[in-house]
């Protein structure tokens, strides 16, 4: 993928946050759990809802899955330990 096409992506993300009214960063835990009904958000931390959210916009997609949330746990350092804890 070259970059520009990654840059693209990425406006088109910011675009969406901006529409929604608040960068992705600073939606509260509530409101990130709200959109990815299939997931079970309650036992993700909310740093890790973030960046499933973050990756959902990057694909111009509606609501967080599953699987947005099972790749943020590969990104996100230390996140799949604290979700097995928590199931």
């Known amino acids: 993928?070259?970059?520009?096409?990654?840059?693209?992506?990425?406006?088109?993300?910011?675009?969406?946050?901006?529409?929604?009214?608040?960068?992705?960063?600073?939606?509260?835990?509530?409101?990130?759990?709200a959109t990815c009904a299939d997931c079970a958000a309650d036992a993700v931390p909310t740093r890790t809802l973030r960046v499933a959210r973050t990756l959902a916009d990057l694909q111009g997609a509606a609501d967080v899955t599953a699987d947005h949330v099972a790749r943020a746990l590969t990104l996100v350092p230390g996140a799949a330990a604290l979700t097995e804890v928590a199931s």
């Open 1 to 33: 993928e070259s970059s520009a096409v990654v840059r693209a992506r990425v406006i088109a993300a910011r675009a969406i946050q901006a529409a929604r009214g608040q960068l992705n960063a600073t939606l509260p835990g509530d409101v990130l759990r």
